[in-house]
């Protein structure tokens, strides 16, 4: 039986090239569609708050400064400087009409008993499926169950999705001012109120 070296080729590079088409869907599938860089126009979003209502970021954009940052999870020790930091600063952000939101994977519940734990004075959103971190271009990795005791209770903190630590200021004018990917979880407030310092 012959075998023609022209076949066999041919085959190894349909071969190939399918494997890249599927390497390149998977790609495509994993990695947020949405790039924001400083100058777009930010994204209009939408999600549920820690008091479970509904929150739009055309309530506040044109109104205030929006600070919108994106961080893994609730109870955890960075993301827990970074919120206590805010909350700290946070008169003085209010001062410059400036309007905090914390978003990650976590649930409405997970939120309220990381707001009471910590005595957060912001709102933090809910993005259990990554939809407006997507929007922002924000990586994403699968969520995950935490424990942590709370008023002496074992609590389990689910979360849908684990979003990167990056940081965002939008301007009034709806424009996206600032783009932080190498976020310092402690320092993140301070850069935001140099930031809008700059702003004025």
Partial sequence: MKVSYRNILGSLLSLVCLCSL????????????GKVEVGDAAPAFTATDDAGKGWKSTDYIGKKILVVYFYPADMTGGCTKQACGFRDDMKKLQGKDVEVVGVSGDSVRNHQLF?????????????????????????LRPGSTIERTIDGKKEKLTRGVTAARWTFVIDKDGKVAMKNTKVKAADDSKAILKKVNELK
């Fill in 22 to 33: 599927s390497a390149s869907a998977q790609g495509q599938v994993n990695a947020p569609p």
């Fill in 115 to 139: 707001k009471k734990e910590y005595d957060l004075n912001f709102t933090l959103l809910a993005d259990e499926d990554g939809s407006v971190a997507k929007k922002f271009g924000v990586p």
